[in-house]
């Protein structure tokens, strides 16, 4: 059975065209700088398949989140019941809550209207904080979850554009980073399998509570 002359013209097309498409990545630049305009000059993007490279999924760590919210919860309410001069007898703080006893219950209400303040709003009726009663003395103020949701948010968005500017330091040509989930960035670094750079690119997400790091080279 013949072919078709039509078929063959047009598969040889195909290769040709192909070969064409391809020369890029293979002719050195003095060679490109001369490469007639009509012809592609720009050299195919290689991705982690073909070139190998750097595969880190960078998870933020909740926990560590709610303890230094936490921290910042008893410092900042030891000092609103200062400023008003309302004597406690103890700040215990648990994983999500801080939970303030006074000395003297008559002024619970204003504590309360004092460490009301220290709660944001999320959205357009909720709030970060829920201040609740305990017994005739104490007042809980617990982290909610849409406030830690929140929080997650906020340091994923925070730690993107750090990720992006260490990247652009690196110089890594087609990098992939993008928000995987609620609290997951997926960075892909084609042609980058130094080490050294992956720990220092690492180190710098630990700083903003994004500290587990997978890391892949080249795929085969």
Known sequence: MKNS?????????????????????????????????ALPKQPVALGLDLRGGS???LEVDGSELRRERVRTLAEDARRLLREEDIV??????????????LRSPEQRDTAIDRLST??????AARQ???????????IELRLTDEGLQQSVGRAVEQSLEVIR??????????????RVGAD????QLPGLQDPAQRRALAAGQRRQQLPRAQQRGPER
């Open 5 to 37: 002359p039509y078929l063959v013209a047009m598969y040889l097309a195909i290769i040709v065209a192909g070969l064409l498409f391809a020369l890029p990545n293979v002719l050195p630049a003095s060679v490109l700088e001369r490469w007639p305009g």
């Open 55 to 57: 595969h880190l999924v």
């Open 88 to 101: 406690w007898r103890q700040v215990e703080t648990g994983e999500r809550s801080l939970t303030v006893t």
């Open 118 to 123: 220290l709660s944001n709003p999320v959205g």
């Open 128 to 138: 970060d904080l829920a201040l609740t009663r305990q017994g005739t003395d104490a």
């Open 165 to 178: 500017q260490r990247v652009d330091q690196v110089g890594v040509a087609e990098p992939t980073i993008q």
């Open 184 to 187: 997951r960035i997926l960075v």
